[in-house]
Each structure stands twice: as C-alpha cells, then as structure tokens.
C-alpha cells in the first residue's frame, strides 16, 4: 500500500511530509519524495492527518462470559472507530481469567474475532503465578471487588505478588475503605472516598519497598482518577520506581458534579472526582507524569444502566482518538505529548513491539484523521452498550481511515471483516 501526499506525526512531535510505503504489513519506507504507485493501494491522504493507531491497554470487551453487554466483534469494530489498533484486554470476566487454560481459552476467541491487535491480562488472586506461566502483558490485582475473585486488599498478598509477576496493573481501591452501610442514595463517590485510594497506594509503596531493587515488578497504577495518585507516582518516578500512570478520558471531562445531576451513566469504578481532580489530571497527562490513557472501555446494557442498582463502567473506546486531538487544539498537549499518551509509552511499558509509531521497520497501525465536525449519532456506534455517553459530543476530528497491519479495517463507513488483528 502507498500512502501519497501524507502528513505523519512524529514521536519527537514533528510532522513530516511525503509518501508512505507499506510492503506485507510493515512500514517499510517513509520518505519525502513521491513514489509512484506501482499497481499497489493507493491511498490519497490529502488534507488529513496520518497518525499512528492508538494503543488502549485497558479495555473490557465481555468475552467469554458476558455477550449480552458487549463482545470481541463489536468492540474492537468500535476501537476501530476510534482510531485504536491495539487493545489490551482485563480478566474480570465471567468466569475471570485466572489461569493459563482460561486465558488460552480467551486468546482462541480473540485470534478468531478481533478486528484490532491485542494482549491479555492475567486475574491475579492470592494464589499468585497459576502453576502454568500463561504469555500475559501483566498481571491485574483487583484491590476492590470486581469478578466473582476476592479483592486482594492485603499488604502481604500484593508482596507476594508481586514477587511472583514481572509486572503488575492495579485497580488501586482499597475496598475495606468503602462505606458499606451507606444509605441508598449516597453519592458512588462517597460511597467510594479517596480515602480508599490514598490506602491502596500506601499498601503498594509500602510492598514495593520492602522488596530488595531487582525483585520489585514493573507497576502500574491505571485510572488514575485523583490529584493524590498524581503527587504519588511523580514522588515514586524521582525516587527511581519503575512505576507508570494511566488516566481515561471520563477523568478529564467530567467532575462529580455530573454525576450527581445526571446519576448512572457517569458512575464509574473508581468515581469521577472533583474539578481539583480533573485539572491535576489534565495538568500530569501535560507534564508527562502520567504516561497513557485507557478508556477503561467497560460497557453495560441500557437496562442495567437504568435499573436501581447500576453497574460501574463507561464505554466509549469509539471517541479516543478524536477526544486526544482535542486537547492538542485546546492547547492543553503538544504532539510529542500526544504521541507518547497515545502510543509510546503503552508501547514501552507494556512491551508491545514494533508499534510504538510510524517509523521504517514498524507494524503499519496507521490512522488517518480529518479535522471535521463529527457528532456520532447513536446509530453509528458499534458497540453494545446502552447510553453512548458522548453521542453527539464534537471534539472536532473525525476518524477516515483504520490501518492495521497494513490493511484498511475501517474506512469512515465500512469496517472490513479481515484479516484479523494479532496478539501483541
Ligand atoms: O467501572 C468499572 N467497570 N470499573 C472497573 O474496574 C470494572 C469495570 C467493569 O468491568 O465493569
Ligand atoms: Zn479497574
Ligand atoms: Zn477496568
């Protein structure tokens, strides 16, 4: 395939302009001349963007276990959408993904349906390392409930742990700070204090320390979602931890103040916090403290959204892209930034080859994006879950075209069944 009149983003946040030749998947030549097209593609990117695919590495597509509110086929068409060409997959799932055979099981049915490339998670539970060592990009402990597994809220246990995972992902709630007895009614966000993260992460350094240098696991805290978390992972990274941060997009747009006017679709594990909150997120996804984002893509079915007990989680991995270049036009990220959150340091810190942007040698995850007023409607979404929580959201971009591995799998209106995505 022949990218011609292209404008690519670089990791250094430069663009630079010219044709880019993709030979069996890989990027095989960028340059400023134009090559002619010798039978191949051709693909004309005048006046649009060509970015490199964004990596989400923390998504929850519901399969095995939970079809009815998601699945591998609708949610990676709706990754596409959203300019993602890699997903990294959580093991909450139905039975959880605890050991090598189920997540054997669980890399069966993404090699048969994703549309995207992917990686897994392993459920951690205090049993530690599954007597099989299954190939994972990380071990997940939950230090809230979050399948049918016990949390993992001991001290002791996440040190084991850790002793036995290379690297761990942490859903940093330290559920014994929740209010249990709350009355109904109560606000999640106080249901669920900062208390409870400010405990998560004590247990964490405080297991991290007590482990001699070369034996701590690479750690990452994901949805970071409080200027608390922030303040402690800048902390940590200058005293040379090898520690990594993750925010999602809910944390960046909204504040509690949403959720309490508009109730179950902005409730979300862990809560969406104050504008205080917000703007030292915003200000660390700025300033490189935090490393990537996630969408923490987490769908549910309308009905359950709407029913008196509403499960915690948003879905929205169909608007990434576009909501990241938003905030390179508000002026809040330069392209370099935008670059490492989007791409690089997913890449790096998860140890996903070749795909850390366009470059001579790398996989071709190319997404082509136009500046364009694009509200997506309802009827476009292409995952399942019920209230699109940013229908008819502009943030001013609009994804053209999905490249992954080298072929086009979504084109602004079609989405092409094959080949499928790879593990990563
Ligand atoms: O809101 C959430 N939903 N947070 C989680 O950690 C899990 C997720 C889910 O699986 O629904
Ligand atoms: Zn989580
Ligand atoms: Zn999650």
């Not at 630079?16 to 990117?45: F, M, Y």
């Amino acid at each position: 395939m022949l990218l011609k009149n292209a404008k690519w983003l670089n990791a250094d946040g430069t663009f630079s302009k010219g044709s880019v030749h993709i030979e069996n998947g890989i990027i095989a030549e960028l340059t400023g001349r134009d090559l002619p097209d010798a039978g191949q593609e051709v693909l004309d990117a005048s006046g649009m963007l060509v970015l490199p695919g964004t990596i989400d590495p923390h998504v929850h597509f519901r399969e095995p276990g939970q079809l009815y509110k998601e699945g591998i086929d609708s949610a990676s068409k709706a990754a596409l959408a959203g300019g993602v060409t890699t997903v990294i997959d959580m093991p909450n799932n139905n039975p959880p993904c605890t050991t090598a055979k189920r997540i054997e099981q669980k890399k069966k049915l993404f090699r048969k349906k994703s549309h995207v490339n992917w990686g897994l998670m392993l459920h951690a539970t205090e049993y530690g390392l599954p007597a099989v060592r299954p190939a994972i990009k990380s071990a997940k402990i939950y230090m809230a409930k979050s399948s049918a597994v016990p949390a993992i809220t001991s001290e002791a246990t996440i040190r084991r742990l850790m002793q036995h995972f290379p690297q761990v992902s942490f859903h940093a709630e330290d559920e014994t700070e929740f209010d249990t007895d709350a009355k109904t009614g109560t606000p999640h966000h106080v249901k669920r204090p900062r208390a409870s993260i400010a405990g998560a992460l004590r247990k964490i350094e405080q297991a991290l320390r007590s482990l001699p240098e070369k034996e701590r696991p690479r750690t990452v805290i994901c949805h970071m979602n409080t200027a608390d978390e922030v303040r402690w992972l800048k902390r940590m990274k200058q005293e040379g931890f090898d520690v990594w941060g993750e925010t999602c997009p809910h944390y960046l747009y909204f504040t509690q103040e949403d959720y309490l006017k508009q109730g179950s679709v902005f409730q979300v594990n862990p809560p969406i916090r104050t504008a205080a909150d917000r703007d030292a997120l915003r200000q660390a996804i700025a300033d490189g403290t935090i490393d990537f984002m996630g969408t923490d893509h987490a769908p549910h079915q309308k009905s359950e959204k709407e029913s008196g007990k509403p499960p915690s989680g948003i879905a929205a991995i169909e608007w990434l892209t576009p909501q990241m270049l938003h905030f390179v036009d508000s002026g809040l990220l330069s392209w370099k930034r935008f670059h490492r959150l989007i791409c690089g340091q997913a890449a790096t810190c998860y140890k996903i080859e070749k795909r850390n942007g366009i470059k001579a040698g790398n996989f071709a995850d190319i997404v082509l994006v136009k500046q364009a007023a694009y509200p997506l409607k309802s009827e476009k979404v292409q995952s399942k879950a019920g209230i699109p929580l940013y229908e008819n959201f502009d943030f001013g971009w609009r994804v053209e075209q999905t490249i992954v591995n080298g072929k086009i799998k979504f084109n602004g209106h079609t989405f092409f069944k094959e080949p499928k995505g790879k593990e990563v």
